[in-house]
């Protein structure tokens, strides 16, 4: 039985992670801006904190609980895509300061916050794997097709957040790992506008994507920190 830790547990790809881990028997806490929906009653093995991440007591305070477990492996899931009232730009003139900021708050801020705040743990864990989902659209050298400004802006950054915060880890801790994983496009409110378009046997379940990142964690390796990785752990271009 190992510690696994996930933040963003109330979206489609954290929770599968949840349910992924515990199935195998491990523990998992799960933090998350939500209270723990129904279906976490009853799971002695799931530790479900909410946690206001813009309050920096409230995230020190989960934090501490959360690391005296030991946790192995941590995911960071969080991610903003679109909304009710915002659909990605197809044009520089959609472009809005309010969609741009809402895109960095969620996909570069909030990550940014919590990798701050677990670094000093990551400094001192041997062998510890951090794993912040990212998205393919985010590599600046794979982006033929445009679009999607504030997106792949803020993915591209949480990029290099992340690479050069595993430069400054790699020198403290030359056993821990820390990279950005593109899960691969999976059915999620994220995605749900866009399924239509990816082929059938492009679009995978929640589950599916949980068990393929799982299997990226597991093999991680400490020579492979600051990579941008795709679901099946080769490594994509920044
Ligand atoms: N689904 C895809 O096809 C796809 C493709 C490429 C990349 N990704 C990336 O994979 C990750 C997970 O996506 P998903 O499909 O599981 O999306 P989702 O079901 O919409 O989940 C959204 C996630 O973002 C967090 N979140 C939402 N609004 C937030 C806010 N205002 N502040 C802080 N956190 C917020 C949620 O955490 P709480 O528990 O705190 O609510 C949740 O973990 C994201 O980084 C996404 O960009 C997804």
């Known amino acids: 039985m190992s510690d696994v830790l996930i933040v963003g547990g109330s979206g489609a790809i954290g929770s599968a992670l949840i349910q992924h881990y515990g199935a195998l028997g491990d523990r998992v806490t799960a933090l998350s801006r939500k209270a723990a929906p129904p279906w976490v009653q009853g799971r002695g093995w799931l530790h479900w904190q909410s946690v206001d991440e813009q309050d920096s007591a409230s995230l020190n305070t989960a934090l501490e609980h959360s690391l005296s477990r030991a946790p192995g492996i941590i995911y960071l899931c969080q991610g903003w ?100 994983v593109h899960p691969g496009t999976t059915a999620s409110e994220l995605s749900a506008p866009f399924q239509a378009r990816v082929p059938a046997a492009q679009l995978q379940s929640p589950d599916s994507t949980a068990s393929r990142l799982a299997q990226v964690a597991a093999r991680l390796q400490p020579e492979q920190t600051g990579l941008l990785l795709n679901w099946d752990g080769q490594p994509l271009p920044f």
């Open 81 to 180: 895509l679109h909304d009710e009232k915002t659909l990605p730009e197809k044009a520089i003139s959609q472009l809005s300061d309010e969609h741009l900021l809402q895109s960095l708050a969620v996909n570069l801020l909030s990550p940014a916050r919590y990798l701050q705040a677990l670094m000093p743990y990551m400094f001192r864990q041997p062998g510890v794997k951090v794993l912040v989902l990212s998205a393919k659209v985010g590599s600046i050298t794979d982006n033929q097709l445009g679009g999607w400004y504030s997106y792949r802006a803020s993915k591209a950054a949480v990029n290099m957040l992340v690479k050069t915060a595993s430069i400054e880890l790699k020198r403290r801790n030359k056993t821990a790992t820390l990279v950005t």
